[in-house]
């Protein structure tokens, strides 16, 4: 049987590390605030490396766990709201700097499910297009769009970047997937790019500059989607949550994933958590846990986990994944 399965793992993120006290000498808040409603203690933030920086080592490591070479890569697909700039894409830096030269590169965006859509889509693309390796990767600098003067957004948000290996095998380590987005209420979670600008307008209306979010409205959407999410692509899959030994879910806030594991009636240890360390990294958030769950779990051979990923768009999708390495 042909399929796919996920060879190797990597991340990183910046060194510089923000805890919720300093954060509490730039804006009006408090490290039991954010620890209480949220679950974060510290967020890491970039001073000197872009998201294409990030993206570069988080792959070099997954490269190497992989086993295989730059020019093994015939695919890059990069989940990002924060590009390094608007063109080339970010996929497009990581590919020259890694010498990945057989490769075809290209970022998507689709928010906090970004990786969730990139896996979803390069998946897809070796099966229809007969490509062999391709790195998936979740990379953000959120530090550079949020208002680091809105303590309703800045404490919540931190940078880092994860990748992953996708290659093409003689085992199946994709069991079920599926994508959506509910664009209806996108107007609860936006981050402007450039204003629409030329010599033929009258009035220039200046965007916003920064990340917008209705933290309420997001919540309720995250905590009922998380849970329909893991039943549908049980439901697809024809599997129990009983045969499920993981769930990654994107790292957000500690009482979404708690309200989860309630409603699904299982052990919140089922769910892998890092975000107290990390905070809410947006595309990159599945995959560092991910591969933070394999460093310190040591995943095994048949291994099922499920990846869940809800954010801005409204978008949302759910992996089931069998690890077989
Ligand atoms: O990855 C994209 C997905 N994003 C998310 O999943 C975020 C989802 N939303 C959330 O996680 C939560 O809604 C937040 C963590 C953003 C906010 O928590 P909350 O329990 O919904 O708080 P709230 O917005 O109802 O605010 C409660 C109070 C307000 O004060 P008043 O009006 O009650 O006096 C806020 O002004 O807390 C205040 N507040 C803060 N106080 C100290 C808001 N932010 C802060 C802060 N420090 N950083």
């Not at 800045?154 to 079920?176: M, N, Q, R, W, Y």
């Not at 209306?205 to 989607?225: C, H, P, R, S, W």
Request: hydrophobic share 40%.
């Amino acid at each position: 049987m042909e399929g796919i399965i996920i060879k190797g793992t990597g991340s990183y993120t910046p060194k510089n590390v923000i805890n919720n006290i300093k954060l509490g000498e730039i804006v009006d808040t408090s490290d039991e605030w954010i620890l209480t409603r949220t679950g974060i203690k510290e967020r890491k933030i970039s001073i000197d490396e872009n998201t294409s920086d990030l993206a570069i080592k988080a792959c070099k490591i997954a490269i190497k766990n992989a086993k295989i070479s730059s020019l093994d890569i015939d695919l890059i697909v990069l989940a990002t709201c924060t590009p390094d700039m608007l063109i080339p894409s970010t996929a497009c830096i990581v590919q020259k700097a890694l010498g990945c030269d057989n490769a075809v590169s290209f970022d998507i965006s689709a928010a906090c499910t970004g990786f969730i859509y990139a896996l979803d889509i390069a998946k897809s693309l070796i099966k229809s297009n007969n490509y062999k390796n391709a790195l998936v990767i979740g990379a953000e600098t959120l530090s550079k769009i949020v208002n680091w003067e809105d303590r309703t957004t800045c404490v919540l948000f931190g940078d880092g970047a994860g990748a992953v290996v996708l290659s093409k095998s003689e085992e199946e380590g994709i069991i079920e997937s599926f994508c959506k987005t509910d664009a209806k209420k996108y107007e609860c979670l936006v981050a402007p790019s450039n204003d629409l600008n030329n010599p033929f307008i009258k009035n220039h209306i200046k965007n916003e500059k920064y990340l917008k979010m209705d933290g309420q409205e997001v919540f309720k959407f995250a905590t009922t989607t998380i849970v329909n999410s893991i039943k549908e692509v049980l439901e697809k899959a024809n599997m129990t949550i009983d045969e499920i030994d993981y769930i990654v879910p994107h790292q957000a806030n500690i009482r979404i994933i708690e309200h989860s594991a309630k409603k699904l009636k299982i052990d919140k240890e089922k769910f892998y958590t890092n975000l107290e360390n990390y905070g809410n990294t947006s595309a990159a958030s599945i995959p560092i846990a991910l591969h933070e769950l394999n460093e310190k779990k040591n995943l095994k051979k048949g291994d099922k986990i499920i990846l869940v990923g809800f954010g801005g768009g409204l978008t949302f999708g759910a992996t089931i994944i069998k690890w077989c390495v």
